[in-house]
């Protein structure tokens, strides 16, 4: 057994600032495409930033998108996150789709990196001394023992009345007390 997962980022799953519970913002700050205007090994990054760069650019506005010439070196892109991380792609002879499907995936993370060691699979904010709720927290433990599907189990339990039932009772109620008055006058008018 190894003990290379010692020396990976540990920590807990969670989502960046809570994002996607309000609205969605992209973690995505910054992209810096670097390529050679006549390497064969950036034909790929040049034709994406001829065909689909401006579009990308108009469906993102809020990613500042870098483009370096360099000469005699291999096409490259590098992501700025908001949270501060950096991420490096090679993109030696790869294709526009498969550079545009790459920045797709870039816009899509959240920078941080995939290897990092989960202390735990779950994290909150709050912990509790009771642990974990589970949907058999609170069941009798009988439920334990029991072979299902059981019949004394699967029945619907009506303990206390419907709202609509309550109301039926309120308004009979009601029209028995209004019923009682009026014969009530009535006999007294009557005498």
Not at 77 to 101: D, V, Y
Not at 115 to 136: C, I, N, Y
Not at 156 to 167: D, N, P, R, V, Y
Request: charged share 25%; aromatic share 8%.
């Amino acid at each position: 057994m190894s003990n290379s997962h010692l020396f990976l980022k540990s920590g807990f799953p969670r989502a960046p600032l809570q994002n996607g519970i309000g609205r969605y913002v992209c973690q995505l700050q910054r992209i810096t495409l670097k390529y050679c205007k006549t390497s064969g090994s950036s034909k790929g990054m040049r034709e994406f930033l001829e065909q689909e760069l401006v579009d990308f650019s108009r469906a993102n506005p809020g990613v500042v998108v870098y483009v370096k010439p360099r000469r005699h070196r291999t096409a490259v892109m590098s992501a700025e996150f908001l949270n501060g991380e950096r991420t490096w792609i090679n993109c030696r002879n790869n294709s526009r789709e498969e550079i545009s499907k790459w920045i797709q995936v870039l816009k899509q993370s959240n920078g941080q990196a995939e290897e990092m060691r989960l202390r735990k699979h779950w994290h909150t904010d709050v912990p509790s001394v009771q642990g974990a709720w589970t949907p058999f927290t609170h069941r009798h433990p009988s439920a334990n023992v029991t072979d299902f599907p059981c019949k004394e189990l699967s029945e619907l339990k009506l303990e206390e009345q419907s709202a609509t039932e309550k109301l039926l009772q309120l308004y009979l109620a009601q029209r028995n007390t209004t019923a009682a008055g009026e014969s009530a006058t009535k006999s007294e008018a009557a005498k």
